[in-house]
Structure formats: C-alpha cells, structure tokens
C-alpha cells in the first residue's frame, strides 16, 4: 500500500499511437453518432405514435432503440472529445459512472435480444396462443427484469473494480473506461473480479446466446412447414432483421470478452469495442427497417404527412 496513491482522473490513451488518424477518427465517429442518434430516434418515433406498432415485438425493439441511444451518448461523447484533445483525462467519478451506465446497457441488451428471439418463437410456434401468452403485463415484466438484470450485474462489476487499489498509474490503454483495461492497473488480488465477470460472461453471454439458437432452431422447423410461400417469407422476414442483430453484437461481445488476451491483440480489442459500441448500434434501426415491411410502410406514411403539412 505505501506505494499506492489516490487515483482522482484516469487518462485515456487508446489508439492514441496513431495520431494521424485521430481527426479522421473524429469525423467518423461523429457521423456514425449522429446517424444513430436520428435513426434510432426516428424509429423510437414510428413505435410510439403509430398504434399498429403497439405489440410485444415493436415494444421490445423501441427498447433496444432507446438502449443503443443511451449506451452509445455514455460513450461516444468522451471518445470524440479524446480525438481532438491533448490530455485525454476523465474524472474517477466520471470512469465509474461511464462504466456503470455502458455495462449495464450491455448487459441488459444481452437479455433483451434473447427475449425477442422467445416472443419471434411464440409468435411462429404457436400464432393462434400469441396474444394470450405475451400479453402486456408479462412483455412489460419480461423488459423490466431485462434492464433490473444487466445493471445489478454492472453494478457489482463497477463496485468490485473501483474499490481496488491502483498502482499509482491512471493510464487508461482503451478508447473508454472498459473493465478489462481499468483491472490491468489494479495492484491487488483480482480473483474475486476475474470469478464474477466469468459467472456474469457465462450467464449473459452463452446462456442467452443457447436460448437464441434453440428457438431459431424451432422458429426454422415451424417456417419450413408453412405451406405458402409468401407466409414463410413473411416469417422469415420478421426474424431475419433480430438474427443479424444477434450475430453482430455477440460476435462482437464474445471476441471481446471470451477470447484469451494477449499483449498482440490491443489494438485488435479497441477496434472491436469501437465496433461494438458505435457500428452496430447504428446499424440496427437501418437493419430493422430495411428488413421489415411494417417499419417501412409506417416511415412512408410519417414522411408523407410530414411533406404534405409542408406543401400546406
């Protein structure tokens, strides 16, 4: 401990090696940010003011709108004030919050995208019980327990990291404050860290990701008996959008956080959190969109109201 000091600021220092690249970064972040922040408040929009929309599939998804809006301003804010700043610093307090908020929306996006893939089962499996099983107090309960979930998960993460003693250095090697590169400056035992976010990766990651594949699996023999052709396109296309969804962000999340780390695979990991934490998120209202007919139907319709007050 006497070798210890009281950490106040952390410095963010990733992908900082390349400082030709730290405007272009900025530009690019900012508009990835910005298309974000219109798409995924434009179809937020779409699922609250048109009533056709107000069903447990749109509800869950204006849910993971507003997550991905909210995951994405907890970081990306901080990430384009590091490009285009000398001194990258972030207040202790700052680090723990940005942690707590960014962690737990990841958390609770892990068990939301599994219970989409359960109502797409329902929906599918069994058409004529739909209503009766999701009804809205269990699809409300289902979102609740979704966010009530993944930040008591981050919550202990933050708590158990934070209150660890760093070694003098507040060198933060990542483009945020994530976990795994907040813990390389810890100067104690981290077992109990290493433990639980092991528990936390198993429950949030594999768990979910099992559910998902078993009820495509069912969703897929249920598809393949329709007779008519447009109802299995019909179908298909209501999971498709939810399945690329699936494959981007756990393809991201399990390189992430499942893989062995080594010192090679640095740049390797802010790269996927910046892809992680930016593309993906920007990409699902534009996935959503272009691959459901509803969606797209609603968007034209707002949009020709919206001409139409103009033209009067």
């Given at each position: 401990?006497?070798?210890d ?48 929309l ?24 901080t ?85 660890l ?62 007779n ?28 992430m ?44 319709k ?6 139409l007050?103009?033209?009067?």
């Amino acid at each position: 401990m006497g070798n210890d000091s009281a950490v106040t600021e952390f410095l963010l220092v990733g992908l900082s090696q390349y400082p030709q690249l730290q405007l272009l970064l900025f530009v690019i972040c900012l508009i990835m940010y910005t298309i974000i922040l219109l798409g995924n408040s434009l179809l937020l929009t779409i699922i609250v003011l048109d009533s056709h929309l107000h069903t447990p599939m749109y509800f869950f998804l204006g849910n993971l709108s507003f997550l991905d809006i909210c995951y994405t301003s907890s970081t990306i804010p901080t990430m384009l004030a590091m490009f285009v700043s000398q001194k990258k610093p972030i207040s202790f307090v700052g680090c723990a919050l940005q942690m707590v908020i960014s962690l737990g929306l990841g958390c609770t996006e892990c068990v939301l995208l599994a219970v989409m893939a359960y109502d797409r089962y329902v929906a599918i499996c069994n058409p004529l019980r739909y209503p009766v099983i999701m009804n809205r107090v269990l699809y409300m309960h289902m979102a609740a327990w979704s966010w009530i979930t993944g930040y008591l998960i981050a919550l202990v993460q933050t708590v158990l990291t934070m209150v660890l003693p760093f070694c003098g250095s507040n060198v933060v090697d990542h483009i945020t404050c994530e976990i795994l590169a907040l813990l390389k400056l810890v100067c104690s035992d981290i077992s109990v860290n290493v433990l639980f976010m092991t528990v936390a990766g198993f429950a949030l990651l594999l768990v979910p990701l099992l559910l998902i594949f078993i009820s495509y699996v069912y969703i897929l023999s249920s598809i393949l008996r329709i007779n008519s052709v447009d109802g299995r396109k019909k179908a298909f296309s209501t999971c498709s959008a939810h399945l690329t969804v699936v494959i981007l962000f756990y393809g991201s999340a399990l390189f992430m956080y499942m893989k062995p780390k080594s010192k090679d695979t640095k740049v390797s990991d802010e790269i996927v959190s910046l892809f992680y934490g930016a593309v993906t998120p920007m990409l699902n209202p534009i996935i959503y969109s272009l691959r459901n007919k509803e969606v797209k139907e609603t968007v034209k319709k707002v949009l020709n109201r919206h001409l139409l007050r103009l033209k009067v």
